[in-house]
């Protein structure tokens, strides 16, 4: 099986090479030869390669900045996705909670009605949308996706643990911390089970911001990579506002996914896996 990934360089694009089955060729080319926004440079391509499958892992992921860069946000999360999907044979395509306003209180099945609360979000129901329109397509919302490399939340408060007395966290917004390892071993256990439609897939487990950042600073003080303890201060949502709102609970409904990949470990363990790649 032959697999062209797009945003190979990402964080979920160097997981998905790391993992990749025995038997899959991957197709890996960097973005400047490989520039989604065009359709032109997608039909050369794929008509150059012919993958089996196109992992679409390439997103605008920049929130906040979304709000007033809506246009570019959308040509790369929606327009991108539908030339993806115009040349395809077969397309996975990867979202994100943000498409949900966070006013649940138990865990959000896939068929619930989306309604997002910012222009990252909104970009991202429309990629999915794009994609959805492919009759072989696969759509796997996730959320808070850290790796050992790339920009996230996890080296964000490495390093705001060292230079910084105190790191305040916002507490009341609940999600579940996914390790890009662990998503890109479940998009490829979706996709040897050929599944189609619509996925919802995290790590285990259940946290806010805050608690996320108090297991960071643990288990990297455990493994050397932080030399002092900090305080950690939970504040409010309003107490850090940002240009872009979030949702205030963001946990996805897995059971239909878990039931093909298998029950992931929690989130804690997959934390503390990364941080072991880090050290």
């Known amino acids: 099986m032959r697999v062209l990934i ?19 060729t991957i197709i890996a080319p960097p973005e400047a030869e490989f520039d989604i926004t065009s359709e032109h440079a997608v039909a050369t391509t794929i008509a150059a390669h012919t993958p089996d499958i196109v992992i679409n892992a390439a997103a605008y992921t920049a929130v906040d900045k979304a709000e007033a860069e809506l246009e570019r946000a959308d040509r790369i999360n929606a327009g991108a996705v539908a030339i993806l999907a115009r040349h395809a044979r077969a397309l996975v395509h990867v979202s994100t909670d943000f498409v949900f306003d966070g006013t649940a209180h138990r865990p959000i099945a896939p068929d619930t009605a989306p309604n997002p609360l910012g222009a990252y979000g909104i970009t991202k129901l429309h990629g999915e949308q794009a994609a959805l329109a492919h009759p072989q397509s696969l759509v796997v ?30 507490a009341d917004q609940l999600g579940t911390p996914t390790h890009a390892a662990s ?55 309003e107490d850090y506002p940002t240009p872009a709102q979030r949702p205030a609970y963001g946990v996805l409904d897995k059971t239909a996914t878990w039931a093909i990949t298998g029950i992931p470990q929690h989130w804690r363990a997959e934390l503390r896996a990364c941080l072991k790649d880090m050290a």
Do not use: K
């Not at 797009?6 to 899959?24: N, T």
């Not at 919302?141 to 305040?168: C, I, K, P, S």
């Not at 911001?209 to 002092?228: H, N």
């Open 183 to 237: 998503l890109a071993r479940a998009l490829w256990a979706l996709i040897a089970a050929q599944a189609r439609g619509l996925h919802h897939f995290t790590d285990a487990g259940t946290a806010g911001w805050y608690d996320f950042a108090v297991a960071i600073q643990e288990e990297a003080l455990a493994l050397g990579l932080l030399t002092r303890t900090v305080p950690v201060i939970p504040i409010r949502t």
């Open 6 to 24: 797009s945003g190979a360089a990402g964080q979920l694009g160097r997981a998905l090479q790391a993992s990749a089955p025995a038997g899959v």
């Open 141 to 170: 919302r996730t959320a808070w996706v850290y790796a050992a490399q790339g920009a996230n939340f996890v080296h964000t408060m490495l390093r705001l643990m060292r230079e910084r007395d105190e790191v305040r966290v916002v």
